[in-house]
């Protein structure tokens, strides 16, 4: 979105300051320091000054309804009234008898200067926010502060207009709009924010999109991957067989090594492992090609071989004794055939150990009253131990077609707020609240880790975020409050001494003034 350029207002500001002190008495009953003996000097000043004030409230106002559209909240409409109210008030001193000794302070050099340094809080204000953008939390917080302002503001007017005089009720009605910046708590809590988020950095956690992190208080459930999150990436294979009277068991080793072997990864490597402490070197293997979720196909010495999942083959309906199957899985072990023109002709027997963080993360689950929820498409024997171990864990399916493990999910995403802890591709059916991966890839993924563990941290910084927005709220309300307290008592004391301090409202300028300059140092 176009930013406003408030430097040069500000300068405009300025040299309209300097041109009405040295034309116009500084403060009432001065004498002027250049008299050029025309008498419609003070119209063309207080015109050339309204101008200003009207250009820049335009382009506030529409900046404003920008906001208003893509945000729903803008805080611009303040300090829009305020810079208004005060140049009218202005105007409204010089062509009104003055009702009040403080009064005299009020003079068109004096408004400029404080307008002039409103505008420059408004540019740093306006950058700050683009460069650290708050939470939605945050804003509704802002969207309170803004109307908290304007509601004192309103009271201020009709208070002390009623019980005292118009001009007074205005005048803490400007110092009202002026005192604070609804954005201060807006850019401070976006920057503490960014810390928290950036000491996640430090173990090695990603945040690709910070915004969920707001989400994390709601979540219910976790969906969560069996293989190489709930159990180790380094595989074991057992034992290999041969299921089929024309081969050996070393030659179901050596194609099912031969295969692997052209594919890579964490099961190639423990197959070649397992296959060399057998002494049994893998078959040259061609058209070796990867088959996502099942397993790996190629052919060996002319004939074509499929290396697959138990799944994949019992729903495939290929031919193998699936009572001697069963009892293989019933041990616990994850299982693979060999096919060979659909029939099966060896099996491997293989199996990974459960993660040490696994029964950590599982007392954490259920410290927060987290569900957790397991769809594999491994064998059901596979997830005995999980069963066993985890408390947390609500509902487990196993043996399942990948379509089924998709619809499964897709399913408990749609019951509860969950968070989805994958190391696969995120179907695009499924949509949780929150998907934690061990892949990098921003475009699918909200966070992506390393090591299960980490699900507290991420945990531990949402918290944190929640803890400095409501935080934020309640200190710039505090401030806020206390603020317009101390303008109206000033107001009042003013009158009372008949002091010659520098006006209220723009004494509540360069207050805010201060309070931005110490936040620009502070963040810096």
Known sequence: ??????????????????????????????????????????????????????????????????????????????????????????????????????????????????????????????????????????????????????????????????????????VVATASLLVIDPRWPLIVAAQRRFEAIDRLKESDIKVHHPEVLDHVKEIKQALMEKTGVLTSPQLTVYNVYSINDDYSDQDVLAIMAGLEQEIGGPYAQAMLTYSQSQGVYPTQANDAAYLPSVGVKGSVQGADYELVSATYATRNQYEFKRQWLN???ELGNSVSLLIQDKRAIGVVAFGAPLIRSLTDTDKFFVGEK?????????????????????????????????????????????????????????PADVKPELVVSFLDQPAEVDITITNLSEIKDVWKTAKKLNQIDHGSLVLWQTVLIILIVLAAGLEIFINMTNSMILFVPIFTIFVRALITTALKYWLK
């Open 327 to 329: 009892e293989i899985v």
């Open 370 to 426: 987290i569900s957790t929820r397991i769809a594999s498409s491994d064998t059901k024997g596979s997830l005995i131990r999980i069963q066993e171990m985890m408390q947390s864990l609500e509902e487990s399916k196993g043996g399942l077609a990948v379509n089924e493990k998709v619809r499964w999910q897709k399913q408990w995403a749609l019951e509860a707020p969950a968070v989805l802890v994958t190391n696969q591709p995120v």
């Open 1 to 170: 979105m176009r930013q406003i350029h408030y430097t040069w207002f500000a300068i405009l500001a300025f040299l309209v300051a300097l041109g009405s002190a040295l034309l116009m008495p500084v403060l009432w009953g001065w004498d002027v320091a250049v008299s050029l003996n025309q008498p419609d000097i003070l119209i063309y000043l207080l015109l050339g000054a309204g101008g200003i004030v009207l250009l820049a409230d335009l382009l506030m106002a529409w900046q404003a309804f920008m906001h208003q559209r893509k945000q729903g909240y803008s805080s611009l409409w303040v300090p829009i009234l305020g810079q208004t109210s005060l140049y009218l008030l202005t105007i409204w001193v010089y062509f009104v008898p003055i009702h009040a000794n403080a009064l005299r302070t009020l003079t068109l050099p004096i408004t400029m200067l404080g307008i002039g340094l409103l505008f420059l809080t408004l540019n740093w204000s306006q950058k700050a926010e683009r460069q650290a953008p708050a939470s939605p939390a945050m804003y509704k917080s802002a969207r309170r502060l803004s109307w908290l302002s304007v509601i004192l503001a309103a009271y201020g007017l009709l208070f002390f207009g009623i019980t005292w005089d118009w001009q007074i009720g205005l």
